[in-house]
């Protein structure tokens, strides 16, 4: 009976105060490990989707381009833009941008520059192509056709 | 009155902290997109110079799959209208596999190759001779919709990187993770693509009905 006694003494309560240190700790991974986007993108955006995906070992070998319809269609029209970085540009003005970018890198990475095509799946190939014959002008003939997985159903 | 005091606890009630570190990190969990830089490589050819116009190659009909997408995104694939994609993968795979007419190098290659590979090749006089001459041409017009044309190159993709995969005995999946790190994995990625060349080409879109 005694040993009884004994045991019910013993606090009950699971001591929960290093609890917000440990969801605290969690949170902190999450900010460091996220990346912000630090550009706002004023193209439509839906990514296409395919299956051939492939991952590049240096992502700081790449460079982003979106193209799509402008968002703000009174300001910008309803023909699809180029964006890169936070304006968007000319088809002309690509290899200027190219050279920039390329610039940018340290110097025994350049000849690999790799340009991520972001395109929203509603644009047609004619603005495509013509950007892509300014990255082949511009040298920069590594592409990235960015998509997400698409589910293969058997 | 002292005393009640005292005998209250001392500590500040940090239960609820853990509530209000969750709702923290749920708010940044919904809030942030991982980036991305999953995609589809290719490499664009080098740009033409006028002073050196690029050779002309006379390729045989029959090493040329022609894939060519309309303005209304259907399909002419060797001469054959359709409307999906479907199914375009395995075409061009035994289109590649085909061995109609092998050289030296490509009857040694042959022989390289697994059976379940080796077994594919039809040997149809009418289709490739043998990979290193086997092209896949994808031609668009400028009205052609982005996703189309993805679609079309991706199961090219597909289709070159089944072969591969096949040879070195992976999944295709896994084959296309395979990033070359290291040299274990790049002899790896080699050995799958060591002569049959990934000869995709994608011609300028015409401007036709666009």
């Known amino acids: 009976m005694a040993k009884f006694k004994k045991k019910t003494k013993t606090s009950e309560s699971i001591p929960t105060s290093a609890l917000p240190d440990i969801i605290f700790m969690l949170l902190f991974f999450f900010m460091v490990t996220t990346v912000l986007r630090e550009q706002e993108i004023l193209v439509e955006q839906k990514i296409p989707q395919a299956t051939q995906l492939q991952k590049l070992q240096k992502k700081t070998l790449i460079s982003y381009i979106y193209i799509g319809k402008p968002k703000n269609t009174a300001l910008y029209g309803s023909e699809p833009r180029v964006q890169a970085n936070d304006a968007l540009m000319n088809t002309t003005d690509i290899i200027q941008w190219v050279n920039r970018e390329r610039d940018a890198l340290p110097e025994a990475d350049r000849g690999m520059i790799t340009i991520s095509m972001k395109v929203d799946k509603d644009v047609k190939m004619g603005p495509i192509s013509d950007v892509q014959t300014e990255l082949r002008e511009a040298d920069a003939r590594r592409v990235l056709y960015a998509s997400v997985g698409k589910v293969v159903r058997n | ?210």
């Open chain 2, 1 to 210: 009155m002292a005393k009640s005091k005292s005998r209250m606890s001392q500590e500040v009630n940090a239960g609820s902290m853990a509530d209000i570190a969750f709702l923290l990190l749920i708010f940044f969990l919904v809030t942030t997109t991982i980036a991305s830089d999953k995609g589809i490589l290719n490499v664009l050819p080098p740009k033409l110079d006028p002073n050196n116009p690029p050779p002309e190659i006379d390729k045989n009909e029959r090493n040329i799959f022609t894939i060519l997408v309309n303005a209304n995104d259907d399909l002419l694939v060797e001469g054959e209208y359709r409307e999906t994609a479907d199914g375009l993968d395995e075409e061009i795979k035994m289109f590649v596999l085909n061995f109609a007419a092998p050289d030296e190098d490509a009857q040694a290659l042959f022989n390289s190759l697994p059976a379940s590979l080796r077994a594919q090749a039809k040997r149809d006089p009418e289709s490739s001779d043998h990979p290193g001459e086997a092209v896949v041409s994808i031609k668009t017009n400028r009205g052609t919709s982005y996703e189309k044309f993805l679609e079309v190159f991706d199961l090219a993709k597909k289709a070159y990187f089944d072969i591969y995969a096949e040879r070195v005995n992976l999944d295709t999946d896994e084959y296309r993770t395979l990033t070359g790190k290291d040299e274990a994995e790049e002899a790896l990625i080699d050995r799958g693509k060591e002569g049959i060349p990934m000869a995709i080409s994608i011609a300028e879109p015409d401007k036709i009905g666009s």
